[in-house]
């Protein structure tokens, strides 16, 4: 008897189970590793990042368009970001470039900030602000910035932002956009042609969509159209072949006053007719709170692969051709009893992310084709007590840090970063396995009802078969 009714509620569970039992295979991300997949160390935060996984895989997925050939190609695939500006020794700017070349980065991501090189008025290029020193050409440190990498054999992408103070009268925030926009494009042609042949790769602007980064203004992308394709103009007529980058877009969810929502914001850039004004779209790659494993997918989560969403509507307006690079990647090792509005992590957690994170886009993201560690070293002390300053790799003093040398390594060994092309169905499969977990939950949904309604339908150890008999009676 107790036989008989175990294999009656087999027979009847069966179906739900082995649709049960083929969803968690469909949605189970290929690891027993919870960090795998939600790049979470502990776990409370595994259990919830598994929740926002799986409701992130049922979603509809980025289109990423990983087949299209790109047009740009970086002229090394990872590089660094530097402050030599900010060195007062060109003995120390050139020791900084040797140490750059020396861990394996092949370009620099060095800013050339408006307001350093035109400094006092309209073409103006002369530095007045030392007395003691008397005129200077605000142009010969930059002139050396760009020997010493030649000397060291690292390109330049030469970041183009920081308007005087004198172009923005209007508004007295440092990072304000020139109230001629005309202004930015002298500039860039200045730039440009100064350095044809030399520099071969200029960023117009950088997180526009943020304060401080667009003034105490609204961040509008409207205006920025402007602003960017008046540069982009400029910078080819002073040098036809030179690879103008977009500028990397703050990756926030904020829409307020300060800041715009990124994907929303690009999306008005679009609509702007800013597609037609960069041969190359930029992203930031910070990890902030989780590690570079990360696989969620959430429109309103900032983690390592949210620029995938940043991919997806450059493939929809037709740019799947041009690459993104990133700008700045890192984690922040701050130490405690600092603020933490960037996430925190240790020392020999930030070298074994950046790592990582150089390790993941190698293998998985053949679009993204040129990133940029943020930051070499900055010069001075006085930013100790900021959290932004403990994503360095070096101290002033040219103490390495453990995410120095762990990039050393990993880019001494070209096998650990070499690309890895996947079959087309590798990357398509996220929007089945989407569809098709939809589809598995709505049928064991049904299953699930009507198995619950015979078993409640059916006389307590009655066989299925018996049902038809026992209502005839």
Partial sequence: MAAGRYNRVMRRWRLPALLLITLVLTLW????????????ESLPGQVRGSAQWLHSAIRPQPELAPEATPLVVAPSPFGVNTFLEQEVLPEVRDESLRRVREAGFGIIRQEFPWEDIEIHGKGDFVDRRNPEVGEISAWAKYDDIVAAAERHDLAILARLSNAPAWAHPSDPVTHAPPDNPADFGDFVAAVVGRYRGRIGYVQLWNEPNIFPEWGSRVPDPVAFTELLCLGYHRAKDANPDVVVVGPALSPTIAFDARDRNTLIYLQRLYLAGAGDCFDVFSAQGYGLFSGPTDRRLLPTLVNFPHHLFVRDLMVQWGDAAKPIWI???????VPAGLPQPFGQVSNATQARYTVEALERA???????????VWFFKRAGIAEQGEPWYYFRLMEPDFTPLPVYEALRDVLSDPDRLAPDPRPAWWYRWPSLRATLALALIALLFFCLLRTLHGAARAPAGAAPHERSTTKSR
């Fill in 29 to 40: 991300p290929g690891s027993l590793d919870p960090y795998a997949f939600t790049g979470e």
């Fill in 327 to 333: 700008s700045e990647l890192g984690w922040n090792a």
């Fill in 362 to 372: 190698a293998r998985e993201w053949p679009w993204v084709n040129g990133i940029n």
